[in-house]
């Protein structure tokens, strides 16, 4: 596998006027997801909502590429086509999860490091060949009393790094999450010097490890404040500290930043994608790999019902429209109710 693939894949998914569909929830989150709506999490039933999300016409005009977890990227259609190749015909990039999510770290309590390191070399050598182009990873820190700590900021730096090394050896593009989360009620000052001190260790790391810059792409928190901080930042605010810390830590030879929803809503993380996108130019594409925030109202149109199939599907082309927008700094809120 050559550079220029691995590069371009990573350029592809940040194409201009699109982003990322982050369907990787694992089972457990999945369950959570379904029984939000009142259902069961069962595997014919997950497989039926991902076969909903993956056959949406018109998706690939928004969406660059598609996160799948493991169990997904082994299943198919109801016409018996591997989801790899339906995404891949409709010209989204299928992309796959390859952490085993995250363990308590040792020693250091209320902190975690994310594991799935062993087997690792042979599992990507799997997923490539069930037509995985590029993996994702993500490291989970949380701000507290003296949180987190440079040793667990270390350890997951360390474990991403180890992890984007192996993706490239078998020419898979790695996504480099380091999630700070929003929970707490720390202040957007705090989240900011954390997210900045996190950004960091990963590039020092991924540099040590001989990662190639240009075949990544970042996948960090905007910086907020805390969802319990009394005081809480206007979108204005949240885009000019956000694109400060990324312009301190972030190399430019990245090709692409692409920010996870957190816990947002869905029109939080859109409108606060547009107000970064207002401060142009940057190194880097600015985009999205947005989970919650692209599926919530997907889950709430769907609700299990083969009826509401289409009108599952058009929620979706319509907010991922809206996250479009919101790369060229072009969304207004009246689009909300402009239906696509
Ligand atoms: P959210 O956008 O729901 O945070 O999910 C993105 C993701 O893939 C987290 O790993």
New binding site residues.
Partial sequence: MTHQSMDHTAAALVAPGKGIL?A?ESTPTMAKRLSAIGLESTEPRRREYRELLFTTVGLSEYVSGV?LFDETIRQRTTDGRPFADVLSSAGLIPGIKVDAGTKPLAAFPDEVVTDGLDGLRDRFEEYAELGARFA?W?AVLRIGEGRPTPTCIEANAHALARYAALAQEVGLTPVV?P?VLMDGSHTVERCAEVTTEVLRAVYDQLARHRVRLEATLLKPNMVLPGSDCPEQADDERIALMTVEVLRRAVPAAVPGIVF????QSDEQATTRLDAINRHVPQPWELSF?????LQAPVLRAWAGEEANRSAAQAALLHRAGLNSAARYGSYRPEMETVRA
């Avoid at 790999?289 to 925030?293: H, L």
């Fill in positions: 982050a990787d996160i994702k993500r999450e999630e996870l929803s957190g816990g790999s947005f989970g919650r925030a």
